[in-house]
């Protein structure tokens, strides 16, 4: 029970790095990215395909992070920057992200088969610690996403990088006047943001594997959580994803599997309900 | 000659999606990507009532439409007051909650599906013979076609409007989102449930896989490419992408790759028609401001 806990946190975490990446995306560029899910599981996908071409597993890795932050820049440049320049409301680039969406998760599709990709080979190295059993995978998903929380806070809170970023995200037109290069710190949030997914991305794939539409709960899950608590504070839609990917997993081991989607998609859908019937001024609702 | 008529059951099947769609996104603004579920609910409660309590088709599929239409519009009650991003979420949400449903349930018979649907007979017009079933999916997309003009134009599209335009003036106005947005959801998933059938009808077999997101998000695409707000728009939409990625299947014989392929090029179309062409090819982009 400890141990579907602990695994169940671990999944979380990861889930939450993907939020934490929507989150600072919608932040600064206003957009609901819903294409992210898919930078996530084309991540795990750069990955793979760079191993097929024999390279080193530590330059595969950074290169897959690198490549996917280069489409996420991409899109951003190549559309939602076009059509918010032009005027256009917000529905239509969420319009957008969603056309993006599909076709990324069907080229995805096309390339490598429809089949669940697991980057590992044969069984993972478990570890105990007392009645907690956890594998090697596991113990890399929960430290490296601590470790990218406390780096991102701290990128957030103490560096002019920061700064802008937040001044950014407040304050468009004001933080131009300022003097700040809005679009570099657009650039930069992007292709950070589309980073932190594709490594989320790679560690799924090398734990539990993932096939094309694996992104669409993480991208639902963090486009939600990102409207229930705004994008002021990254921890916020961060905990909120991390306990609904704890959820998820509770879920899967009490119902063996079968019926995790149906409920997490209900607690998603009533959760929304409930946000929606809250009276207005206390929402802070995005649009 | 067989092609011709599968391929134009086809257009006007996703035309009449395309045109209910359009009835709650260009006129009623409400972004819908439940439109699969909806189908697949339509499909599922004529295959179950043909097949588990031996209703006869008609009276299966009348109570398939009703059904539909009831939990969609009570589904609808509960949405009207959300922003249009959550509508949209909301919506997934409802899809994924019916596959996931239908997937796992024992009555829906899980991935195996449903098989030994009976067919719909109306006189001599039966879902068995191509010819017959082509002209009835025809006749049908006429009626949407028809009604959605007729509706269009009535004082009821105005509330609609009104409401998507500008929800505090249209509620000043006396227009009630949670009477006007729920009528127009219960006649969209009429719609979708009227497809479902004549599919189960025609098949005679169902499973889950064909009610899935991507195909919420291919009459989606449909409706943007055409234009919102325009019924023409939003059949010639239907026909543009149904046709081409059609006209590759002819090259290739894999028919998972020919379904990426369509998925992908109605994305890449509506990434160009949003781009370039904001209004979609005949209609106007007042539906998403």
């Not at chain 1, 590992?120 to 059993?133: E, N, W």
């Not at chain 1, 994803?241 to 209900?266: C, R």
Request: charged share 10%.
């Amino acid at each position: 029970m400890l141990s579907i806990l602990v695994v169940g946190i671990c999944k979380g975490a990861l889930w939450a790095l993907v939020a934490a990446g929507f989150a600072m995306i919608f932040g600064t560029t206003r957009v609901f990215h819903f294409a992210h899910g898919a930078i996530f599981v084309w991540g795990a996908y750069f990955f793979d395909a760079l191993l097929i071409f024999k390279t080193p597993a530590a330059v595969a890795f950074l290169g897959s992070i690198l490549l996917a932050a280069i489409l996420g820049v991409g899109i951003d440049a190549g559309i939602y920057r076009p059509l918010q320049s032009r005027g256009a409301p917000p529905t239509t680039v969420l319009l957008g992200s969603l056309a993006i969406y599909t076709v990324l998760v069907n080229t995805a599709g096309l390339a490598f088969g429809d089949r669940t990709l697991v980057l590992r080979a044969g069984t993972d190295q478990m570890y105990s610690l007392g009645p907690i059993l956890i594998t090697r995978m596991q113990t890399v998903e929960c430290v490296s996403s601590l470790a990218l929380f406390v780096v991102l806070s701290i990128v957030f809170r103490y560096t002019n990088m920061g700064l802008d970023i937040r001044a950014v995200a407040d304050n468009q037109a004001l933080a131009e006047w300022r003097g700040i290069n809005t679009s570099f710190v657009r650039l930069v949030v992007v292709a950070f943001g589309s980073g932190l997914a594709a490594f989320a991305g790679i560690i799924a794939g090398l734990d539990t594997g993932l096939d094309p539409t694996a992104g669409l709960p993480i991208s639902l899950l963090a486009v939600s959580a990102t409207i229930f608590a705004g994008s002021d504070r990254l921890a916020a839609p961060m905990m909120i994803s991390g306990v609904m990917g704890a959820t998820h997993s509770l879920i899967t081991w009490f119902t063996s599997g079968t019926w995790a989607d149906a409920l997490f998609y209900t607690i998603l859908f009533g959760a929304l309900i409930w946000r929606a019937h809250k009276p207005r001024e206390s929402t802070g609702e995005v649009s | 000659m067989d092609y011709v008529l599968h391929l134009a059951a086809l257009i006007s099947l996703y035309g009449i999606l395309a045109l209910s769609l359009d009835l709650m996104l260009g006129l009623g603004g409400m972004m819908n990507l439940a439109t699969a579920a909806y189908i697949g609910f339509g499909s599922y409660t004529y295959a179950l009532a043909t097949t588990r309590f031996m209703a006869p088709p008609l009276v299966a599929a009348a109570i398939s439409i009703i059904a539909t239409s009831a939990i969609a519009c009570a589904l609808s009650i509960l949405l009207t007051k959300c922003s249009r991003e959550t509508f949209v979420l909301a919506t997934i949400s409802i899809q994924m909650i019916f596959y996931s449903a239908v997937y796992n349930l024992e009555a829906t018979n899980g991935s195996n599906g449903i098989s030994g649907i009976p067919p719909l007979a109306i006189g001599s017009i039966t879902t068995m013979s191509p010819v017959s079933f082509t002209s009835l999916c025809a006749f049908c997309l006429c009626l949407m076609f028809g009604l959605r003009h007729k509706l269009a134009s009535s004082p009821f599209s105005l509330g609609l409007r009104a409401l998507r335009d500008d929800d505090v003036a249209a509620a000043n106005l006396l227009i009630r989102s949670n009477r006007v947005q729920p009528a127009v959801t219960a006649l969209a998933a009429g719609a979708g449930s009227m497809v479902g059938i004549l599919i189960a009808a025609s098949s005679g077999y169902i499973d889950p896989t064909s009610f899935v997101l991507s195909e919420s998000l291919f009459v989606l695409s449909c409706v943007a490419l055409g234009g919102f707000e325009s019924g023409a728009g939003a059949v010639v939409g239907t026909l543009i992408l149904v046709i081409l990625p059609d006209c590759l299947s002819l090259l290739s014989v894999d028919s998972n790759a020919i379904f990426h392929v369509r998925q992908c090029l109605s994305g890449i179309l509506l990434l160009s028609v949003l781009r370039f062409r904001p209004a979609g090819l005949l209609g106007s982009t007042r539906g998403l401001e």
